[in-house]
Every structure is written in structure tokens, then in C-alpha cells.
């Protein structure tokens, strides 16, 4: 009995230190969700989420805009540009990267949603990288050439159909790497390079862009594409031009700025609305020279000097 | 109730001590037992809730022009956002969830039982107690973890060992999962095998039996009830397991022709895609209806094996 007894207290004293830790729990909540970075002056919290091509350079910038910024704390989480899009349209974060642009109904659906109008803006660039093992010996491709190896019904499925011996293996079958159908990547992959049609199925979707460099370096007869900041010693960057006779262009910062590389593409940013208090602050910061090094920094292409926000 | 603010005194006899009890004690042992009946009804309240969500969530699609049931199961088409003509099939996705479970099942069975044989029969003391720690350790150890493993290590040796061009595949899930459900297996099933009865083992020592004959003759069918629910929910898990599958399978939507062939599961084409099916449209609901999907194949899993041991006990 007397067990019992003490039991109870201890239970009792339990149940209100969770009721007091609820409590706590749910102000805090509260606190979070109404702040949605309109501007608390002490602590603001930015909710960042998307695009997984943009998701080291937004790491970047989170880091490095705690220094310029100490009372700012920017929330950065990846999973593609379909996934920030989708959270943006939900109205649960701030800030949406993405490296495609966002569609008319995802648009419409915003504004359903939240009576805001998404508002664009453009953060840097990025050319599509064509990645292949460092010891194949292919150098150049025609976009027809990608769109054969990927489009349903395409024709090129094996090495040799591109002319290519490989060294050191038997195997002769291209070994797609593509992306998840969340990935803003694949749906630029798929507009500009597949003229919209649909994907080969059997491709191996990586539902990241960093695992799509990571295959292709671990497998000699893969062929895969992803930013070009992933680039690592392990891959090759292929030269792309338009058609055979088109001069071929490397995937560089020159090339993509005078858009002599047939599939660069820019890199956004998506808020609801025109961006205010400590939202405006931090994309006013990454348009700055100072948040256009971080872009270049992790291997991307920044705004040239002319595009930048003047300080 | 009377007695609860006044003790009386030790004369008053055999009368006191039952309602010597205070009424707020009394009171929480009430709640106690509603609380604990609660508990115990509660999963069968969140299995219907679950049930009856996800099924909200993915039966409007199916009245749905474009669609078809017929497609969706027996199509391995998978274009959720194409641009030409969405297309639903999940086929490749059962084959790749069944192809790896089963490769799983191959491996951990024979093992896990194994192991469970001999942790509970032939090993004894410290290093039993060793073995088992280091078992759940395994058991431990969370899926994404697993996942990497698989990316990165196993892939590695697959390719150099098998010369397959790609190292995440089937082969590659299947250990993984085989790695995984093992330690489920071995702490069941060294359970079920505990429970057998000392009198069963002595009786069977008394009667000139071998170790051997003890284990095959005596024990495996005095256990088969436990033995079975260790590799069923191995089977579950790996139906179920999801991070580790994604990473190391290869993620293709492609029928798999031989074990070193890329799959994608019903589950890792749940978790990469529902976060940007927007609410409500047909990629969204169709991939809720996967989940039922996946619910009624682990429905039907335990229904089996509930018959199956209905069986058993019959004979």
C-alpha cells in the first residue's frame, strides 16, 4: 500500500511536468508559426525548403548570412523543387528554392491557398552538368544524343551506339541515372531536353543530386545529370552542343553566362508575396555581392555585376 | 470509506484494514484499470483509423476518368506527372517490394532460426549473454544507417564481387533486409524456443535422444507457433522497411529479370514522392491507394500465417 501510495505521486508529479512541458510546447509552436518571418526584431526564424540542387549553395548562405545577421536563424531542408513548391503553396515556409520555374496551376493554387502571389526572384545559375565515369573516353554530346538515351522509346541504349568503347568492362548497356519526379532538375531535363515527352522507366531515380555524381562515379558504364557544382574528381563533365555540326560547349561559369551551353538554366527563389522584414533582408543579402560569392563559392554561377542588389 | 480520516485503534479488529485505503487511492487504481483497458483497445482503434485515413484519402480516385484499377495493378507504366499521358501502374513497384523481401526471407530464415537455435540450445553463460547484447545492438541500429551501408559499402563489393554494373539492386536490398530482420528473428524466435517446457528437453535426454534429434524431433515443432511469428514479422519488416530499401535498391521502376537488377519498392515510391503530390490531385491519392495497397498485402501476410498456425494446432 504504501508502494502504491508513493507510485501515485511520483505519477502525479509526472503528469503535471508533462502538462507544464505541453504547455511550453504549444506557446513555443505558436510562437514559431505566427512569426513566419514578418520581422520579430530579437529572433527570427526563416523556413527554407527545396530545390536539392540549391540545397548546399542555401546551406551556404544560411552559414555564412549568420555572421552578417546573428539574430536571423534560416531553416534550410532539401527534397526537391516540387517539394518547396508544394510547402510554399501550403503556406508553411518562407523562402521556396527551386530550379525550375514554378507552373501556372501551382501559381493558381497559391493563390487559392494563402491570396498571395508567388514572387520569383532569380539567385544565380547553374548548366545542367551531363556526368559520365572519368574513364570513359566519350567528350562531347548532342542534346539529341541525351534525348535518345532518355526519352521513352529512344533509341540509344547502349555504348557503342554513341561510339564508345568503354575500357575495362564487358558491359556495353548505358546505365541511365536520373532523378525523382519531385526533382525541379528532372522536370528541366524533361522541358528542354525531351521536348516534354516522357522518361525511359528503368532509369535509376536518385532523390538526390549529390547521389546522382555518387552513382555515376561507382559505376563506369553510367551516365547521369545533376548541377554542376556537384562535380567531383570522380566524373566527367561531357561538352554539350545543339546538333552534330554546333560548336561543343563546356559546363562553366563563361559559357553559361553568355548561354553558349545549351541547358543552363537559372536558379529562383520563390516567396509569397513581395518579401518583407527578415525575409526581405536575407534575399536582399543573397543578391548582394556578398551572398553572390557564396554562389560561386559552391561551384554555381553567379548574377553578373549589373543584376546584383547595390548595398 | 468511513475510516479514511480517522485510524482507529488496533482493537477495533479484522474490520479496518480494507477501508484503511485512502478514497484517492482507491480513485487511481479505478483510472488505472480504464487506462489499461484503453490501452489495450487503442490498437484496435488506431488500426481502423489508420485504415479508414488512408482509404479517405485514396478512394475518390477511383471513379476517376483516366483511371483505371485493372491499369494500376497491372501495368508497370509509372508516369505520375507526365505531360503526354499520366499513367498509374504499379506492378514493377510489387515486384520489386516481393522480389526483395523474398531474397531477405531466403537469407535471414535459415540464418535467424539458426542463430535463435543456438543462442537458446547449444551456447551457454557469458557468452550467450555476449551474443545477445550484441543481437539487439543490431536490432538497433536505425534503417537509414542501413540505407548508407547499403549505398555506399555493399554497393562496392556487389560490383567488384558480381560484376553486376550497378551495385544498388534486389541483391543489395535483400541483405540489407536479411540484415535487418535477423535480430527480430533470433530474439523471437529464442523466445519461443525458451518457452518450450524443461521437461519436454529432459524427458527427451532421458530417452537417449542427441542434441540434434532433440532440436529437430522435439523442440522445432513444440516451438513452430513462436518460431512462425519470428519470421513473420521479419516478412513485416521488411514489406515495411522503407529508408533502407530507397537507398540501396536503385530506386528504378523496372520488372526485375535476375537479382541484379535494379527495383523500386511500393514503399520508397510512397516516401519519394508524396511530398510534392500536391493534396488531393490523382498523383496524391493514387499513391494513398499504394498504401492500402501495401496494408492489405501485410493484411493478407498475418491472415495467412493466423491460418496456417489455426492449422497447426488442429492436427
Not at chain 1, 574528381?233 to 552542343?241: C, G
Not at chain 2, 485510524?7 to 480513485?27: D, K
Request: proline fraction near 4%; hydrophobic fraction near 45%; aromatic fraction near 8%.
Amino acid at each position: 500500500m504504501k508502494r502504491f501510495t508513493r507510485y501515485s505521486s511520483i505519477l502525479n508529479s509526472a503528469a503535471s511536468l508533462a502538462a507544464l512541458l505541453g504547455t511550453a510546447w504549444a506557446l513555443t509552436g505558436c510562437h514559431q508559426g505566427g512569426n513566419g518571418g514578418s520581422g520579430d526584431a530579437q529572433k527570427a526564424t526563416i523556413q527554407n525548403k527545396g530545390s536539392d540542387t540549391m540545397v548546399n549553395l542555401a546551406q551556404a548562405w544560411a552559414e555564412e548570412y549568420k555572421k552578417a545577421a546573428p539574430g536571423v536563424e534560416v531553416e534550410v531542408s532539401g527534397g526537391g523543387s516540387g517539394v518547396g513548391i508544394a510547402a510554399l503553396v501550403k503556406g508553411t515556409i518562407d523562402i521556396a528554392n527551386a530550379s525550375r520555374n514554378m507552373k501556372p496551376d501551382e501559381i493558381e493554387q497559391a493563390k487559392k491557398n494563402t491570396g498571395k502571389e508567388p514572387k520569383e526572384i532569380i539567385v544565380g545559375y547553374d548548366a545542367l552538368a551531363i556526368y559520365v565515369s572519368k574513364d570513359n573516353p566519350l567528350n562531347e554530346i548532342t542534346l539529341d544524343q541525351i534525348a535518345q538515351i532518355y526519352v521513352e522509346g529512344g533509341t540509344i541504349t547502349k555504348w557503342s551506339d554513341l561510339g564508345v568503347k568503354l575500357p575495362n568492362t564487358t558491359d556495353d548497356e548505358i546505365v541511365r541515372v536520373s532523378r525523382q519526379s519531385n526533382s525541379g532538375t528532372y522536370e528541366f531535363l524533361r522541358e528542354h531536353v525531351l521536348n516534354k515527352k516522357d522518361f525511359k522507366l528503368g532509369s535509376r531515380d536518385m532523390n538526390g543530386s549529390k547521389e546522382v555524381v555518387e552513382l555515376v562515379a561507382s559505376t563506369p558504364t553510367a551516365i547521369g545529370y545533376s548541377g554542376m557544382g556537384y562535380a567531383t574528381p570522380a566524373v566527367k563533365m561531357l561538352k554539350v552542343k545543339k546538333t552534330a555540326s554546333d560548336p561543343a560547349f563546356e559546363p562553366n561559369v563563361a559559357n553559361t553566362l553568355s548561354k553558349a551551353y545549351p541547358i543552363a538554366r537559372s536558379l529562383q527563389v520563390y516567396t509569397l508575396g513581395e518579401p518583407q522584414g527578415a525575409v526581405k533582408a536575407y534575399i536582399d543579402w543573397i543578391l548582394s555581392d556578398a551572398g553572390q560569392k557564396v554562389v560561386e563559392a559552391t561551384g554555381y554561377v553567379p548574377l553578373p555585376a549589373t543584376a546584383r542588389a547595390k548595398p | 470509506m468511513n475510516a479514511t480520516t480517522k485510524i482507529e485503534p488496533a482493537t477495533a479488529g479484522l474490520r479496518v484494514p480494507r477501508s484503511r485505503r485512502p478514497a484517492w487511492a482507491v480513485f487511481g487504481e479505478r483510472a488505472f484499470e480504464v487506462l489499461i483497458h484503453l490501452c489495450g483497445f487503442s490498437a484496435i482503434i488506431f488500426v481502423l483509423g489508420i485504415f479508414f485515413f488512408v482509404s479517405k484519402e485514396a478512394f475518390p480516385v477511383l471513379g476517376k476518368a483516366g483511371f483505371h484499377l485493372s491499369q494500376f495493378l497491372f501495368s508497370d507504366q509509372w508516369y505520375p506527372t507526365s505531360e503526354v499521358q499520366k499513367r498509374y501502374g504499379v506492378l514493377a513497384m510489387i515486384a520489386g517490394t516481393f522480389s526483395v523481401t523474398g531474397l531477405a526471407m531466403v537469407i535471414a530464415v535459415p540464418f535467424g532460426l539458426g542463430a535463435a537455435i543456438y543462442l537458446s540450445e547449444f551456447c551457454g553463460g557469458k557468452r550467450r549473454e555476449t551474443l545477445k547484447i550484441v543481437i539487439e545492438l543490431l536490432a538497433a541500429i536505425p534503417s537509414v544507417v542501413w540505407g548508407f551501408i547499403g549505398l555506399t559499402v555493399m554497393s562496392r563489393l556487389i560490383v567488384k564481387f558480381t560484376g553486376a554494373p550497378v551495385g544498388v539492386n534486389v541483391l543489395n536490398g535483400g541483405l540489407i533486409l536479411a540484415l535487418m530482420s535477423v535480430p527480430i528473428i533470433v530474439s523471437i524466435g529464442e523466445d519461443a524456443l525458451k518457452a518450450v517446457p524443461d521437461s519436454f528437453r529432459e524427458a527427451a535426454i532421458a530417452l537417449g535422444a542427441t542434441r540434434w534429434q532433440l532440436v529437430w524431433r522435439v523442440l522445432l515443432p513444440a516451438a513452430r507457433n513462436g518460431l512462425l511469428a519470428a519470421v513473420l514479422l521479419g516478412v513485416a519488416r521488411g514489406v515495411g522497411e522503407t529508408m533502407a530499401v530507397l537507398m540501396a535498391t536503385g530506386h528504378a521502376v523496372h520488372i526485375p529479370h535476375s537479382i541484379l537488377d535494379s527495383v523500386r519498392t511500393l514503399t520508397a515510391n510512397i516516401a519519394a514522392e508524396l511530398g510534392e503530390a500536391s493534396a488531393g490531385s490523382d498523383h496524391y491519392r493514387v499513391l494513398f491507394l499504394t498504401g492500402v495497397l501495401l496494408f492489405a498485402l501485410t493484411f493478407a501476410v498475418n491472415l495467412t500465417a493466423d491460418l496456417i498456425i489455426r492449422g497447426i494446432r488442429k492436427k
